[in-house]
Nanobody, 114 residues
Framework: QVQLVESGGGLVQPGGSLRLSCAAS????????INWYRQAPGKQRELVAT???????NYVDSVKGRFTISRDNAKNTWYLQMNSLNAEDTTVYYC????????WGQGTQVTVSS
């Protein structure tokens, strides 16, 4: 059984930064990729950032240059560093781990407001 736990969300002022973490427990092997998604109420889920098993990263255009996805394989923990946050970044963020199956965390709320 694989479990993912996100943390690091919260309230931040516009222009501020947050670092989200996604910690995995259980049997972790043959990771294909790690994704960070976000989904606002009433909207479709959006793939924000992804990193594959060789470290290739990709980002949705709206976060390029502001967000950075990274990983610490030894700790089975992955991160999303978010800088220059704005109100449009306010929503719940989810990590997902893609192996032979896909696993999801419970989500962490990010609120950007003055």
């Amino acid at each position: 059984q694989v479990q993912l736990v996100e943390s690091g969300g919260g309230l931040v002022q516009p222009g501020g930064s947050l670092r989200l973490s996604c910690a995995a427990s259980g049997i972790i092997f043959s990771i294909y990729r790690i994704n960070w998604y976000r989904q606002a109420p009433g909207k479709q889920r959006e793939l924000v950032a992804t990193i594959d098993n060789i470290g290739y990263t990709n980002y949705v255009d709206s976060v390029k240059g502001r967000f950075t996805i990274s990983r610490d394989n030894a700790k089975n923990t992955w991160y999303l560093q978010m800088n220059s946050l704005n109100a449009e970044d306010t929503t719940v963020y989810y990590c997902s781990l893609v192996m032979e199956s896909t696993y999801w965390g419970q989500g962490t709320q990010v609120t950007v407001s003055s």
